[in-house]
């Protein structure tokens, strides 16, 4: 069995653009992404960031970058698109330190199980507000409220995304996935 590792050993280590998580003391490190999801990857980077920028709403970032979770019991994820509010900004430091109010994960074969499921219920317990599901197949967008009382919504197509984090947002379903 693998030996368990801090969060400030796991940071100390040396850098690296591969995929990878920390998950309660154990480094998990999946093949990088097939070039579909990059391209929506960075297409959704990209369309948010300009959005994000145009309302003066905070700052995009995408992965690889550590998001720690839970510093104590060694959980750190890399979702694939992050978004921080301005007024939350200072948890962003090396890494992000704590929640940030809007994740977006790419789905695939390999990891859509895992995403709608673990990692989601992780989101929601630590406070992330909103996660994004998008899956290029299907070229939908779940967009998953994480507060009390929020809901599923599924958008494709020429539908605009209504996101409670980003509500004045002005993006469609269908432009992430012109790839």
């Given at each position: 069995?693998?030996?368990?590792?801090?969060?400030?050993?796991?940071?100390?280590?040396?850098?690296?653009?591969?995929?990878?998580?920390?998950?309660?003391?154990?480094?998990?490190?999946?093949?990088?992404?097939v070039?579909?999801?990059?391209?929506?990857?960075?297409?959704?980077?990209?369309?948010?960031?300009d959005e994000v920028r145009r309302l003066e709403a905070g700052v995009v970032v995408l992965s690889p970058l550590d998001v720690v979770l839970d510093p104590e019991r060694a959980l750190i994820?890399?979702?694939?698109v992050v978004f921080i509010a301005t007024a939350r900004r200072s948890i962003i430091r090396d890494q992000i330190w704590g929640a940030p109010d809007l994740v977006a994960e790419v789905l695939?074969?390999?990891?859509?199980?895992?995403?709608?499921?673990?990692k989601l219920g992780w989101y929601r317990r630590y406070g992330v507000r909103e996660c994004w599901l998008l899956d290029?197949?299907?070229?939908?967008?779940?967009?998953v409220s994480l507060e009390t009382g929020g809901g599923v919504r599924l958008f494709e197509g020429d539908a605009p995304l209504a996101?409670?984090?980003?509500?004045?947002?002005?993006?469609?379903?269908?432009?992430?996935f012109e790839v």
């Open positions: 069995m693998a030996a368990r590792l801090t969060v400030s050993r796991y940071l100390g280590g040396a850098e690296t653009t591969r995929p990878r998580e920390l998950v309660w003391g154990i480094v998990r490190e999946p093949p990088a992404p070039y579909g999801h990059q391209a929506v990857v960075f297409r959704l980077g990209r369309l948010l960031d994820v890399q979702p694939d695939s074969r390999r990891t859509s199980r895992r995403d709608r499921t673990i290029s197949r299907g070229r939908t967008i779940e967009i996101s409670a984090v980003l509500p004045d947002l002005r993006l469609r379903a269908s432009a992430v």
